[in-house]
Each structure stands twice: as C-alpha cells, then as structure tokens.
C-alpha cells in the first residue's frame, strides 16, 4: 500500500462547482498534513496546512480524519484558475528525519 | 530574487556521462530537500539536509547519486554514469525550520539522458 494515495482524476467541473479530493495514508503516526498545488509544469507550491479542526482560507477548505486515516480539500465556486494539481502531503511523527510524503496528486480541470 | 534557485533549468546529457545539478536556497532556510518527479509520477523524495547533520540520504536509488550540501547553503546533486531511466524533474525545496511541512521549491533541472 503507498504511504500517500489519491484518486489521479481529472476531475473536470464547470465553473462555479464544488469539488471534494480526498486523500487517505497509511502511516497512523503521521504527524502534519498540507496540500500542495502544482500548476503543469511548474513546481508545487504550499496551498494549505490541514489542522485536526479543520480550516478554512477564502473558498478552500482542509479536513482531517485521524480515525479513517484520510485529509480533504474542497473547493467552492471554482474559478478557471484553479486548474492544477493537487498534492496531498503527510509527514512523520516526531524523530528520526522530517520527511514529507507526496501524493501522485488529483488533476483538476474547471472548464467555462 | 529570493526564492530557491535551481540550475541548469535544462540539461541533456548522454548515458553514462556525470551531471551536476545546483539549488541555492532561501537564505536562512536550514532544511534543504532534493525530490524527483518523473513524467506523470509523484514527487520521489532522494536526500535531506538539516543544518549540520549528517544528510539523510535514504531516498537515493543508487550509489550513482550523492549530494552534498556546503556551509550550509548551496547543495550540489551529483549523478554519475546516467542512464535513461534518471530522466527526470529534480526539484529542490528548502524549509526555514524543520519540522515546519512548508517547503519552498525551485523551479526544478529537467534533466533528459539520450
């Protein structure tokens, strides 16, 4: 079983539709969760952290399951700009090196 | 500008012969990681450095691979006698701490072996 795993897509939604990626890992001692975004070609760049409470920035939302092992973004009113990919990140429990753990990623394509 | 600097942006290069790559890091940032991403894969993660420990070099997938990282800044990806199969994005991401998740990354060497 991979340490980090999404579903790959596409997802393909119009403009103004939610979305919902999930992410589930395997490591139950994981300690911190990000998501990542990385638009074609260029590098990732950090989108948001995943608290155990969950958090909100603008139209994103981030969950965490600790019991089900899996993290989540939603995405409201989805814009053509949000077309990218989306990395789901976990990282270790404390000791030993700090090592981030990337996802394969979930394409999305907002169409007009 | 004061982001991560990645060079060559571009390098092919014929099997078997060594490459180097160079990231410079954010300055002050004391993490600094070199990940790989093959066409269509995830991020493959290869070596780590935190200020002056010894490197975690787990993620290397053979003793072709070295890295090492000098006074603490700029780090340099060694990869000798290349094969077709090192074709690759080499990403490198620095961290003002570690422990923080929030890596910064360069825009990566594309690196094509013929």
């Known amino acids: 079983r991979k340490e980090v795993e999404q579903d790959p897509g596409p997802f393909n939604v119009p403009e103004g539709a939610t979305v919902a990626f999930n992410c589930t890992y395997s490591n139950s001692a994981s300690q911190s969760f990000f998501w990542y975004r990385q638009d074609c070609r260029k590098e990732p760049k950090l989108l948001m952290s995943?608290?155990?409470s969950g958090n909100e920035d603008g139209r994103f939302t981030a969950q965490l399951n600790r019991a089900s092992q899996y993290i989540s973004l939603l995405i409201r009113d989805s814009k053509l700009s949000d077309s990218a990919t989306y990395l789901c990140v976990v990282t270790p429990a404390s000791g030993g090196s700090y090592i981030p753990t990337f996802g394969r990623g979930t394409s999305l394509i907002v169409h007009p | 500008g004061a982001g991560v600097s990645q060079s060559p942006s571009n390098k092919v290069t014929e099997k078997g012969k060594d490459v180097e790559l160079r990231c410079d890091p954010i300055s002050g940032h004391t993490a600094l990681y070199w990940y790989r991403q093959s066409l269509g894969q995830g991020l493959e993660f290869l070596i780590y450095?935190?200020?002056?420990?010894?490197?975690?070099k787990s993620g290397l997938p053979s003793d072709r691979f070295s890295a090492e990282r000098t006074g603490g800044s700029v780090s340099t990806l060694t990869i000798q006698r290349t094969q077709q199969e090192d074709s690759a994005v080499y990403l490198c991401a620095s961290s003002p701490a570690p422990n923080t998740g929030e890596l910064f990354f360069g825009e990566g060497s594309r690196l094509t072996v013929l």
């Open positions: 450095f935190q200020g002056n420990s010894a490197p975690d």
């Open positions: 995943v608290y155990s």
